[in-house]
């Protein structure tokens, strides 16, 4: 026979069968969540926890979430606080303020492993917007040095001070969902907790955390709708 026809029917054959990949191919490696790996298709990805995207792609990817464990965090905190300004003296109740708006993001983190969320999720990929939040949570938590020096003076200035400064990071959040729940939560909380200060005047600790948690609840029912609606589409 022909060497030459050989080598041809040689060369043709391994064309139609390529080799077979092997058992092992894909462990150790890391496969995207979308593919599933098999004897057939196997993808791999030297890091797509860290791929490269857009700021805009980690925008909507970060508006697309539920949204729902820090203001639930928010409610919680504030309806310690207004249970406190029922029953305990002044001296406490300075303290379970301190302790419970401080406490907030801890809490968040809490219920976002129930909301879905996860802030402390590993595995989800990596966010710039979730740096930007947590930030905005940081500037909250400083303010409350602009608080101490009216709460000397008046210990009863410091749910409103601390209501209104702590409400401050719903802006930039409003503006990273492209939402108006946000601007809406920071301009009624702000309006709503001076009212109550001055109507109020004997039951501050009372009044203005209720109108901060009855903001929050507001705002909790119009995210989860948001989410719902944006899930459904």
């Not at 805009?56 to 820090?70: H, P, V, Y």
């Not at 002044?90 to 968040?108: E, N, Q, R, T």
């Not at 996860?118 to 400083?142: C, H, I, M, S």
């Not at 969902?177 to 200060?197: K, N, V």
């Amino acid at each position: 026979m022909d060497l030459r026809f050989v080598t041809a029917l040689a060369l043709s054959n391994n064309l139609r069968s390529p080799p077979a990949l092997p058992a092992a191919s894909c462990q150790g490696s890391t496969v995207h969540r979308n593919v599933r790996p098999s004897s057939e298709n196997c993808m791999t990805y030297t890091n797509p926890l860290n791929a490269p995207r857009t700021l805009d792609e980690q925008r909507r990817e970060f508006a697309q979430r539920r949204g729902l464990a820090m203001p639930l965090a928010g409610a919680v905190a504030w309806t310690i606080v207004g249970m406190a300004g029922v029953f305990l003296p002044p001296v406490l109740k300075v303290w379970v303020l301190f302790g419970a708006v401080g406490s907030i993001l801890y809490l968040g983190m809490l219920f976002s492993r129930f909301t879905g969320e996860n802030f402390l999720d590993k595995q989800r990929p990596k966010n710039v917007f979730d740096g930007l939040f947590l930030r905005t949570v940081g500037e909250a938590v400083l303010v409350f040095a602009i608080a101490i020096p009216f709460f000397r003076a008046d210990y009863t200035s410091l749910p409103l001070s601390i209501g209104i400064l702590s409400g401050l990071m719903w802006l930039p959040f409003s503006w990273i969902i492209g939402h108006w729940i946000g601007t809406f939560h920071t301009l009624a909380r702000t309006a709503l907790a001076t009212a109550s200060w001055y109507l109020f005047p004997r039951f501050r600790f009372i009044a203005v955390p209720a109108v901060i948690v009855a903001v929050y609840v507001v705002t909790i029912v119009v995210l989860e709708a948001r989410w719902r609606h944006t899930h459904r589409a």
